[in-house]
């Protein structure tokens, strides 16, 4: 019933810039927090930013400083700015989001894009 779609990914050399973006569809009703998460070969699956629907904001401090989440309600969407870019954020990017659809409206379920590849290489 709901979809995730992401866009953004890629190859950049270290010290540039990405941005990713998550889009929400299907029988949507509400969208709680959002977030985004990545796994790098051999590791687990990590936080990287999240944020609320009113718009606050959480980022670890791996990431503090470079990372910026933001979210547009009326398009169902969430952005991750990644600058200054370092080797070591080499990962597949997942978004995430806490949905509600119209057929179960008061329980919020955990959804997932399918990914997409950052590689920071010269």
């Known amino acids: 019933q709901v979809q995730l779609v992401e866009s953004g990914g890629g190859l950049v050399q270290p010290g540039g810039s990405l941005r990713l973006s998550c889009v929400a569809s299907?029988?949507?009703?509400?969208?709680?927090?959002m977030g985004w998460y990545r796994q790098a070969p051999g590791n687990q699956r990590d936080l990287v930013a999240d944020?609320?629907?009113?718009?606050?904001?959480s980022v670890p401090d791996s990431v503090k400083g470079r990372f910026t989440i933001s979210r547009d309600n009326a398009k169902n969407t969430v952005y991750l700015q990644m600058n200054s870019l370092k080797p070591e954020d080499t990962a597949v990017y997942y978004c995430?989001?806490?949905?509600?659809?119209?057929?179960?409206?008061?329980?919020?379920?955990?959804?997932w894009g399918q990914g997409t590849q950052v590689t920071v290489s010269s």
């Open positions: 995430n989001a806490q949905i509600s659809v119209v057929t179960e409206r008061s329980t919020y379920r955990n959804y």
């Open positions: 299907g029988s949507i009703f509400s969208v709680g927090g």
């Open positions: 944020i609320t629907s009113s718009g606050s904001t």
